[in-house]
């Protein structure tokens, strides 16, 4: 094939690793002398033309930057068809042949649309700290994000140790329990609440005071936000409730989102970016490039976004014995 216009965008979320994504793909299409543009702000910036050609001195120092440089955005309008239909005059009016888009379950659904709509090729990479996209054993970010978790937990550790105290560690995680189960095994909690798993107070509540008969003095407890409804805070007055004890609460929220990649994150988002690429080059569209079992693959995105990935129950039992 000859020389091809790669359009490359990043949507929903942000993730540490989005612009290592960037970077691998600028780079790699440049040194094979295909020509790329970068769409800012998301499924946005293709409504509103806002393009800009990259080439490998544009992305030069932002492998270890979190964030993404282009931009992103949530974008309601692209969900309507006039946004989809806006979305590809775009794409042909600047000769694109492939769009590599990063981001979730929102982004990827998008792919789909807006492969119904425009006859070029379309691929997408896993770019959400939740860890929650089928198909691929990590996402771009979600090793950042349980390291971040994990930090915080252990600053926790310490203080609720100094003052014999109880906390509950809210992490993000509406819909899966990835970075509170990681993170829970990691800083030794006590307890970790995820939505795959109903969650029963009253036997928590039991195994905490089981602990404490047997010499625990603090104990940490990890909660995804979506675990239960009301989140930690609810947790933790219903504990309150049944025991009496006082439970503190620290809700991390979006510093998960943020912050420098960890090297894992920064070898993932580097091999799918220039796979994302090369897959494009060969004819591939109409899937995500993920990585299983340490080989890079391609992922339907009916699947991808499709398929529920379930978390680890063999972790998950494993957190919970570790936990006397």
């Not at 119904?116 to 770019?127: A, F, I, S, T």
């Not at 054993?137 to 014999?164: P, S």
């Not at 329990?177 to 307890?191: M, Y």
């Not at 989102?257 to 091999?271: I, K, Y």
Request: proline content about 3%; hydrophobic content about 40%.
């Amino acid at each position: 094939m000859g020389h091809m216009r790669f359009a490359v965008l990043t949507s929903g979320g942000d993730a540490p690793g989005m612009n290592a994504a960037l970077r691998g793909v600028v780079r790699e299409a440049s040194s094979l002398g295909h020509v790329v543009l970068g769409v800012q702000r998301g499924y946005y910036g293709l409504l509103e033309e806002h393009l800009l050609h990259l080439g490998p001195r544009d992305v030069s120092n932002i492998l270890q930057r979190g964030g993404t440089f282009l931009r992103t955005s949530r974008c309601p309008e692209f969900a309507t068809p006039e946004g989809v239909k806006k979305a590809a005059e775009t794409l042909r009016a600047n000769a694109v042949d492939a769009l590599i888009a990063i981001g979730g379950n929102g982004t990827l659904t998008g792919c789909m649309r807006l492969a119904e709509e425009w006859k070029g090729q379309v691929l997408g990479l896993p770019g959400t700290i939740d860890n929650d996209l089928y198909g691929t054993d990590e996402t771009i970010g979600y090793d950042t994000a349980v390291t971040t978790a994990l930090d915080a937990i252990d600053k926790i550790r310490d203080t609720a140790e100094a003052h014999e105290r109880h906390f509950l560690v809210e992490v993000m995680g509406r819909h899966a329990g990835f970075i509170a189960l990681q993170a829970a095994l990691c800083g030794g909690a006590e307890e970790v609440l995820v939505p795959e798993d109903p969650v029963d107070i009253a036997a928590i509540s039991e195994r905490l005071q089981k602990g404490k008969r047997a010499g625990k003095t603090s104990s940490i407890l990890v909660v995804a936000e979506g675990a239960y409804p009301g989140g930690a805070a609810a947790v933790a007055e219903e504990l309150h409730k049944l025991t009496g004890n006082d439970y503190r609460v620290s809700v991390l929220g979006h510093m998960q989102r943020g912050g420098s990649p960890t090297a894992r994150d920064r070898l993932l988002s580097t091999r799918l970016g220039a796979f994302a690429v090369r897959s494009a080059i060969a004819g591939e569209t109409g899937q995500m490039a993920g990585e299983a079992g340490g080989r890079l693959v391609l992922v339907p995105f009916a699947d991808a976004v499709g398929k529920k990935k379930d978390l680890d129950r063999d972790l998950l039992a494993l957190a919970r014995r570790l936990a006397l």
